[in-house]
């Protein structure tokens, strides 16, 4: 009897309380994702080349210490590229990001990886990868392709694409439209899990071939909460103060038929003082998202 009457209680005492003690989880989650050139090219290539001299081994201590004091969930580096800075890179951001994919080698075919890191807060893993066929100049002799992970916050699935493309070259570059979204993106697509794709696009927002690239790879962008909407410019202090500047950096999505959104997306500008000047971290600034992701 006692039993019987502290059961009935149940209900009575979750509505006063405020809880529903059959409530399910709101089946959503916040996920912070950026998506940044960091422009550490292979340091034995700086005797070639002024243009490759960029203080790699100074910034990659002063990247780490910036990364690892932001919140993000999910981070994708582009142009990661010399194996030791890569191999010092990873080490030294795994106390804070512990899931890591490490940039993609075409075995045998290409001398260099790819370039994309991403590294994470939450559990990723590798899921495809395709260098592209079609490339030109310095690019050829590099992996630069298309690389998923997949990955799980508060028991939401999503997917995260990342890419560097090519410079230049916009013949190349169409091509390398195509073999994203046909080698990697399109085939691991699931009803019900959004897929993200982000990196370095060297497709310029506002032009024709912006619009060519979303309807190439049928996913849709979202406005940028920024008075200076750009990520590269000339008041970064690796560029020329001529550069003219473009939004060439993206994160977009494709929501899967879930409710996910990008909420809110920003430009990240990276600097510090050295030797009494400043110095931005990379000649790219990062684009961060804050996307809510769902699986229905």
């Known amino acids: 009897m006692r039993s019987a009457i ?13 809880v529903n003690a059959a409530a399910e989880p709101s089946g959503e989650a916040r996920l912070k994702v950026l998506t940044w050139n960091v422009q550490l090219l292979p340091e034995a290539f700086d005797t070639f080349s002024s243009s490759l001299r960029k203080m790699q081994s100074a910034r990659v201590p002063w990247i780490v210490e910036y990364l690892n004091a932001q919140d993000y969930d999910v981070v994708c580096l582009q142009e990661v ?19 890591q994919v490490a940039p993609q080698t075409q075995t045998g075919e290409r001398l260099l990886s790819s370039g994309v890191l991403f590294v994470s807060r939450v559990p990723i893993k590798l899921v495809a990868f395709s260098a592209y066929e079609h490339s030109a100049g310095i690019d050829a002799i590099t992996s630069k392709g298309a690389t998923l992970v997949e990955g799980e916050k508060d028991g939401v699935r999503f997917q995260a694409g990342g890419t560097h493309m090519q410079a230049g070259h916009q013949d190349m570059k169409d091509r390398q439209y195509v073999e994203a979204v046909e080698k990697v ?6 009803e019900g899990v959004p897929q993200f794709f982000m990196g370095d696009f060297n497709t310029d927002k506002g032009t024709e071939k912006y619009d060519i690239l979303l309807k190439t790879l049928d996913m849709r962008d979202y406005p940028m909460d920024d008075p200076v909407p750009l990520s590269v410019d000339g008041e970064n202090s690796w560029n020329s103060p001529n550069h003219r500047g473009g939004l060439i950096d993206h994160i977009f999505l494709w ?9 809110k997306q920003w430009i990240q500008r990276a600097r510090r003082e ?13 684009v961060v ?4 992701i769902s699986n229905k």
């Open 255 to 263: 929501t899967g038929g879930t409710g996910s959104g990008i909420v």
């Open 6 to 18: 502290i059961v009935s209680m149940v209900p009575v005492l979750s509505l006063i309380l405020g």
């Open 289 to 292: 998202a804050e996307a809510v």
């Open 274 to 286: 050295h030797e009494g000047r400043v110095i931005d971290l990379a000649d790219h600034y990062g």
């Open 81 to 99: 590229i010399d194996p030791l800075i890569t191999e010092a890179l990873m080490e030294a951001l795994k106390p804070v990001y512990p899931h």
């Open 185 to 190: 993106l399109k085939p691991h697509r699931r």
